[in-house]
């Protein structure tokens, strides 16, 4: 696993030959009745097709195969109440290794059924960031197990920026504006890479909930800025953007678009209805953000990065 | 429009390009969780994420593109309750020409506003099929429309019959099995018949509700049966199966699968949960009739088609 502090674009090159016969090349879809009600071309590219449900089996896969031998032996370890535990379980699996997943436990029964089947090892904790950090700290020591970090990572970040790499790949032309969530920021900070060396002249934003704001607040003042008291419905993208990624973002991304948590639970269900696609929450705010400003983006052709779909289909927010 | 009652494979590959500009060839994926369940390797049909999000703009689109300048010229018409009629709405606004679709007054929300967003022209009537016939007989009188059968017309038949061509395309080697769900019989008919020619090793096999049962009847009496009093969750599935289609299903189908209600749900929510597939009962039938008999699937590839993806999420079976 690489150490230094910095992500080159290639890294993401070979994090997409590491990785291609483990994840999939996921499908773009439009839809027309959807570029009707924005009045510009939106291209989805569909990480909840992804294995596991979510992009975070490019970084997951990416960390645990560049891991030596000796690193991989005692299995790998992280604490998640989301995509990248069920993302890390199923990369340890196909290497063989075991995969320890702290959770808090108040973590949704799917997410949690989701680590389960892909054969991760879970211990449940309090729901506090230092309950998660201890448990972890725990568990590596008794286990040797390595700590694979959520987003704050160069093999992270460059395995979720493989996403962009595909997305220049599949369409004709760069698109005018690529836009996927912003929570950690490991996928953003992956594909501004990406797309700077590919796409240089498509503007890369992030999109968020107004109610986790942080990466928009730590854009502009340029300092970072941690998220405290998250409020939103976007359970994925409650977390504190990396300082890792903060400097990424700042240096190479074009904005941060917010979108109130009802606009991000009407962009959902326009996704589910129009096209067909199971998305979660942090999926949709990206659509939702740009349906939110349709003079800034009107005839433009904008791409969207559908992050994941795990999401409890007995608890759906309308 | 063809008027003669035979559907050969020339007629699906002229379908094919007939509509090449207007339809997705949708994408075939895979689930390995779900093959884990499955004891065999099971690639989806995604006809969810077709135009109109069902297979059926496949036949709709054919047969408004068959019709002559004249025979255009009043429209099209035809009941449905369902995706046909958003089907042949959409082909109708590509084509620049009317359409009117009878639909029972008790029809699902989803389905009414999907032929209205796609600018179709609706008239309500009872739900009896008399009532169905009369109203779209004053109504092709009125206006000079064209009638678009739902599913027992060769154009029809024959747009269907283009997604298998795209299956056999798509996969490195043909299946063991391929399964679609049956209700008029429409897509299976097609399929049948691009499947006997490209893929000659290849056993075809459809799938209905055991609530709605025609199908299976008809093929092991050898006597057209139709289908009263259905009682499915499979809104879809309801109908009896055409007369046409009876001739060729019993000519180039190996069996018809019978799955009950609650199998289907379960298989509905497993591709939604697994697959992040937005999918209708209907569309799960295959995946349920395959799952309820694990030994006779054992070790193949088969491939099921799911059929659409049209369904109201604010009431969904479970």
Chains 1, 2 share one sequence.
Not at 108 to 121: E, H, L, M, N, S
Not at 302 to 308: A, E, H, M
């Amino acid at each position: 696993m690489t150490d230094t502090m910095t992500v080159t674009f290639e890294q993401i090159e070979q994090a997409a030959a590491r990785i291609a016969d483990y994840v999939h090349c996921t499908p773009i879809l439009g839809s027309e009745l959807i570029d009707r009600a924005a009045g510009c071309e939106i291209r989805f590219k569909c990480e909840n097709l992804q294995k596991a449900g979510a992009f975070k089996a490019r970084g997951a896969h990416n960390a645990v195969l560049s891991l030596s031998p000796g690193q991989r032996r005692g299995g790998v370890a992280t604490h998640s109440s989301g995509n990248h535990g069920a993302a890390l379980a199923l990369a340890a699996s196909r290497m063989g290794i075991s995969a320890n997943i702290v959770m808090p436990d108040n973590a949704p029964a799917v997410k949690v059924d989701a680590v389960r089947a892909y054969g991760g090892q879970i211990t449940f904790c309090e729901a506090t960031q230092a309950a998660r950090e201890e448990a972890l700290r725990v568990l590596c020591d008794r286990t040797g197990a390595r700590f694979i970090p959520p987003y704050d990572h160069p093999d992270v970040i460059a395995g979720q920026g493989t996403a962009a790499l595909e997305i220049a790949a599949q369409l004709r032309a760069p698109p005018d504006v690529l836009v996927t969530p912003v929570g950690g920021g490991g996928l953003l900070a992956g594909c501004a890479i990406a797309g700077r060396a590919l796409m240089p002249d498509t503007q890369i934003m992030g999109a968020e909930p107004a109610g986790a704001d942080d990466a928009r607040r730590s854009l502009r003042s340029g300092v970072w800025q941690p998220q405290l008291a998250p409020d939103t419905v976007a359970d994925g993208l409650r977390t504190s953007l990396g300082e890792l990624n903060f400097a990424i973002i700042r240096r190479e991304v074009d904005d941060i678009l917010c979108a109130e948590d009802a606009a991000i639970i009407e962009a959902m269900r326009l996704v589910w209805t129009r096209m067909k696609l199971v998305i979660e929450p942090s999926a949709a705010v990206g659509l939702a953000a740009v349906l939110a400003q349709p003079a800034r983006f009107a005839g433009k052709r904008v791409v969207i990065v559908l992050s994941g779909g795990n999401v409890d289909l007995d608890r759906l927010p309308w």
